[in-house]
């Protein structure tokens, strides 16, 4: 059966996950990511992370099963540190980890471990769907519309849904949407969240095709993800986000895709890539950011290892303490008055001043 025709099962998504007061977000996630992985981007043994979260009071099984992907390593299933870990590891809680999270669970990817049956390697198909067919597509992204009444009412008429009553589920979801900001999806613009779930959607296809035997090619991960529901599920599209794509394709294969997390892999990659360039490790590990030229909102954390490989990708790169600080106006201004320069060099006369060009591209 392919997954999309898969059946719809609620699982423990039906369970209270004790979210908090809603101005946490999804703190409790966040927290509990932190805790499982002990702060290490290394993958982990899924019964040393039901532990170490168990044993702090937090609840397990919604995260693993929910939200983070599963894979089995010498017969040990395992929580693979992926993108989502890594925003959750390297920087502080913030609605920009919530959306993420939000991304994470309708596009509804957590691979497979022992025990778990053919409908637990997509579980929430049933959000995936409700956010593609009805939330996309029907509601055009008006969030507004969406309650707790038609999740349940969208859930229970699809023949899919194996299950008594979608009630529980629908509330839950409706509640997680709501304190997780998915009212931001409507924004056509690119954003820090939706770089990032880029970056998690490939992550995610990439590890689901290996536990089929598959290797993905550099060159398929554009196709492997226009394929895939990330478009339908991340929010609203615009041509904006479709060029950004293309760039951030690009800078996700040069940083070494899924490899990008191993010093020793980035190592390797940049004196092949790079011969001439001396590599040395750096004593600060925090992340750098690596921001497109053509459009300063294409900013993307990565980690500090990979700085000259986005460098070569054509990414302009920022150190953390810049990244902390990062005035999005700022950097606008400095590049476009060295266009500018350029244009003069070359003797071609503008007709704008920065500050006019500054006008155009601005947010209305």
């Not at 707790?148 to 023949?159: K, M, R």
């Not at 954003?191 to 779930?197: G, P, Q, R, S, T």
């Not at 290996?210 to 290797?215: H, T, V």
């Amino acid at each position: 059966m392919a997954a999309g025709e898969q059946d719809w099962k609620p699982g423990s998504f039906t369970k209270n996950f004790s979210w908090g007061p809603p101005a946490n977000g999804l703190l409790e996630l966040y927290e509990s990511i932190r805790i499982g992985f002990d702060g290490r981007m290394e993958d982990v043994p899924r019964e040393v992370f039901r532990q170490r979260v168990s044993q702090s009071g937090h609840s397990e099984y919604i995260p693993i099963n929910f939200f983070l992907f599963n894979k089995s390593k010498n017969g040990i299933d395992h929580l693979v540190a992926d993108e989502l870990v890594f925003q959750a590891l390297t920087a502080p809680h913030t609605i920009n980890f919530d959306k993420l999270a939000l991304f994470a669970l309708n596009f509804s990817y957590v691979g497979r471990w022992t025990g778990a049956d053919a409908a637990q390697r997509r579980p929430a198909l049933w959000a995936n769907k409700y956010i593609s067919e009805r939330v996309a597509r029907e509601f055009g992204w008006s969030t507004k519309r969406i309650s707790a009444n038609d999740i349940e009412q969208f859930v229970e008429t699809n023949p899919r849904y194996k299950a008594k009553s979608a009630r529980k589920l629908s509330t839950n979801l409706n509640y997680i949407y709501e304190i997780g900001h998915l009212s931001d999806f409507s924004s056509r613009r690119v954003e820090l969240w939706w770089v990032d779930a880029l970056f998690l959607a490939l992550d995610r296809l990439i590890e689901d095709r290996e536990l089929d035997g598959e290797q993905i090619e550099p060159e398929r991960y554009g196709s492997l993800l226009t394929r895939s529901s990330f478009a339908q599920v991340a929010g609203a599209r615009s041509l904006e986000k479709d060029l950004a794509t293309k760039h951030l394709v690009m800078l996700y294969s040069a940083c070494g895709g899924r490899e990008r997390f191993s010093d020793e892999h980035v190592r390797e990659r940049t004196e092949l890539t790079i011969p001439d360039v001396q590599w040395f490790a750096a004593n600060d590990n925090r992340p750098q950011g690596a921001v497109h030229p053509s459009n300063p909102r294409i900013l993307k954390t990565i980690p500090r290892a990979c700085a000259m490989l986005a460098k070569y990708a054509g990414f302009d790169v920022i150190d953390a303490d810049e990244l902390e600080a990062f005035d999005l106006q700022g950097f606008i201004r400095v590049h476009t008055q060295r266009a500018l320069t350029r244009l003069k060099d070359a003797n071609v006369t503008p007709t704008m001043s920065v500050e006019e060009l500054m006008r155009l591209t601005r947010d209305k």
